[in-house]
């Protein structure tokens, strides 16, 4: 799979995709590169397939996941003008975070943070502000987009 979503004017249902995506994945904090001078940052994520929506009294909620098939992914934020990452965690033998509810976007920010707490603290969070959205998921087993 190859997503790129750029530029302004999304309706929410655009960044539902995208939380849809990245929701539970696995986020490899060790190679987390944030690229001031290019204005990016870019992190491997491993996240889980989608395989359906679930509905409940018929609205549809959080999609069905295959808990079985992991997919290694990278996500490339570009037009970064703002960027604070934090770092909570203590052990140093942790290599990656589950992402909390997706990737959040709305209007010109970005935000990932940790499902893993200490002490009521959020161990890693990624809250980026940006120029205009412009939001690469691509999955590594994909070759260039055409």
Do not use: W
Not at 23 to 33: G, P, W
Not at 36 to 50: G, L, N, T
Not at 120 to 127: M, R
Request: net charge negative.
């Amino acid at each position: 799979m190859y997503l790129r979503i750029k530029g302004t004017g999304f309706t929410e249902n655009v960044f539902a995709e995208i939380n849809a995506l990245t929701d539970r994945a696995m986020l490899k904090i060790r190679h987390v590169n944030y690229r001031k001078d290019a204005k990016a940052i870019s992190f491997p994520i491993e996240r889980y397939a989608i395989i359906g929506k679930s509905k409940f009294f018929g609205a549809i909620v959080p999609y069905k996941i295959d808990r079985h098939t992991k997919i290694k992914s990278v996500v490339t934020i570009k037009n970064v003008i703002d960027c604070e990452i934090q770092n909570n965690i203590d052990d140093t033998s942790i290599s990656e975070v589950m992402i909390l509810l997706g990737m959040k976007v709305q209007e010109n920010q970005v935000y990932v943070c940790s499902a893993e707490e200490a002490q009521g603290v959020t161990c890693y969070s990624i809250d980026l502000r940006v120029s205009e959205i412009d939001i690469e998921i691509k999955d590594e087993d994909e070759g260039s987009p055409r």
